[in-house]
């Protein structure tokens, strides 16, 4: 991937208005359910980012036929020619892992280099693999691959022991085609789960309760192609709305679900923000004085997004007193904290507990992002600091982010993206 940096000239007030791009980790999972799609699958409102492209190279791979125009795909999944996903493709990014749903109900099995560990910290599949074992799947691990076959159909309920993501959409995407009923207990209640659900349902699967605790699949033996609009990104927003609070601005962001941020909105207003929820988009407006947040800790869906910590954690770095964040979710989540502290801000970790002691103000440093939300964190901070910021390693926002400098410059920040 190209190796390129976001210049950063703080202390821009941003304003204005924005449309929202559609979830990253919607259309990811969607784009591997075409792959149980006797037929051509449009999926609209896909953004163009470069996990995307890793999620599209791994389709044709495949066999699929895949057409991008602007930001809807069209994905013919009519003839899948192979079950293998090799190490370089799966390696590049950690969501590949539920290509193995997808295939296993496609062709019966699945074969795929272990997707690995990541800047998050260690990623085990271990919940993923027990839930399709339980499923029927007879599963081995051979030299870094794991290769599955289905065995026979067996109603099945999958108490899940964390309600897992990515586990979820593995046994949503290889339920759908099975052909015995599956019920998941404990189920990840993550919006982006009851996409999949409706694009699964339109598919031609039957899907209950996508979106709760408890999901009931009963398996289609053939699923047909359909037309999908994925949900607006919820995390994209909230780190637009984080930028627009810690430039002291007030920007409106078209398209957002109200309904996805209620967390993330109640942490910024009790920072001092003013929120408008309309019905699809959402207003904000920064505080004077930023007010400490006194706890956030991250929980699953509808708790405080994990994701949205960083960002969070780079606005409040400039409030009048002490934040305390908690991660709950992954293990290795504050690798930003350091970079902020380069910048001037003020941030003891201590395991997976974060204090944040607001300071007057940032100053513009070289900063590296070390992931997605961290380095997103690392722009909010940039853009409200005194001077220039570099920020280098930008591939990892990018993964995320659609056009992240055009965006935020519609807003009126002063930023440059530079080839190195
Ligand atoms: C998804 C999101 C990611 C988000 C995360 C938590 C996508 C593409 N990515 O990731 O942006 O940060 O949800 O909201 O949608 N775990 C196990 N064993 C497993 C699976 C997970 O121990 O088999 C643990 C993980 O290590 C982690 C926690 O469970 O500590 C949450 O992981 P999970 O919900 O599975 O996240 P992902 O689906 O990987």
């Not at 074969?111 to 029927?136: F, K, T, V």
């Amino acid at each position: 991937m190209e190796n390129a940096s976001f210049i950063i000239e703080g202390g821009r007030r941003l304003s204005g208005e924005i449309e929202i791009q559609g979830a990253k980790n919607s259309v990811l999972p969607i784009l591997a359910a075409a792959v149980l799609c006797e037929g051509k699958c449009v999926i609209h409102k896909c953004p163009r980012l470069s996990d995307v492209d890793s999620a599209v190279a791994i389709l044709e791979h495949l066999g699929c036929k895949v057409n991008r125009l602007d930001t809807s795909v069209e994905v013919d999944a009519s003839v899948i020619e192979r079950s293998h996903i090799p190490a370089r493709l799966m390696r590049r990014m950690r969501s590949s892992v539920i290509f193995l749903g997808a295939l296993l109900g496609r062709t019966g099995e699945a074969d795929a280099a272990y997707p690995g560990g990541c800047e998050l910290g260690p990623r085990p599949i271990d919940l993923h693999l027990g839930a399709l074992s339980q499923m029927g799947a007879v599963i081995t691990e051979e030299y870094g691959h794991i290769i599955c076959k289905s065995g026979a159909a067996k109603e099945t309920c999958i108490d899940l022991s964390f309600p897992s993501v990515g586990a979820t959409e593995n046994i949503m995407l290889f339920a759908a085609r099975g052909r015995a009923r599956v019920t998941i207990i404990n189920a990840a209640r993550e919006p982006e789960i009851a996409d999949l659900g409706e694009f699964l349902n339109k598919a031609g699967a039957r899907v209950r309760g996508a979106g709760t605790g408890v999901i009931t699949i009963e398996g289609s033996l053939r699923l047909s192609g359909c037309e999908h609009t994925v949900i607006s990104d919820r995390i994209a927003a909230a780190t637009y709305m984080c930028a627009a609070a810690a430039t002291g601005g007030e920007i409106t962001i078209n398209g957002a679900d109200p309904a996805h941020l209620g967390s993330i909105a109640a942490a910024m207003k009790q920072s001092g923000c003013r929120i408008a929820l309309g019905e699809r988009a959402v207003s904000i407006e920064a505080p004077k004085e930023i007010r400490p947040v006194k706890l956030i800790r991250t929980m699953p869906y509808p708790g405080f997004p994990t994701d949205a910590q960083a960002i969070l954690m780079a606005y409040l770095t400039r409030a009048r007193g002490v934040s305390v964040f908690i991660e709950n979710i992954f293990e290795s989540r504050y690798r930003h904290a350091d970079e902020l502290v380069s910048m001037g801000a003020d941030i003891s970790v201590n395991g997976r507990v974060c204090v944040v002691s607001g300071v007057g103000e940032l100053t513009g440093a070289r900063v590296r992002a070390c992931d997605l939300r961290g380095g997103a964190a690392l722009a909010v901070a940039a853009l409200s600091a005194r001077g220039t910021s570099e920020i280098y390693n930008i591939s990892h926002i990018e993964r995320g982010y659609e056009r992240f400098d055009e965006v935020l410059s519609s807003l009126g920040a002063q930023i440059m993206r530079k080839k190195i």
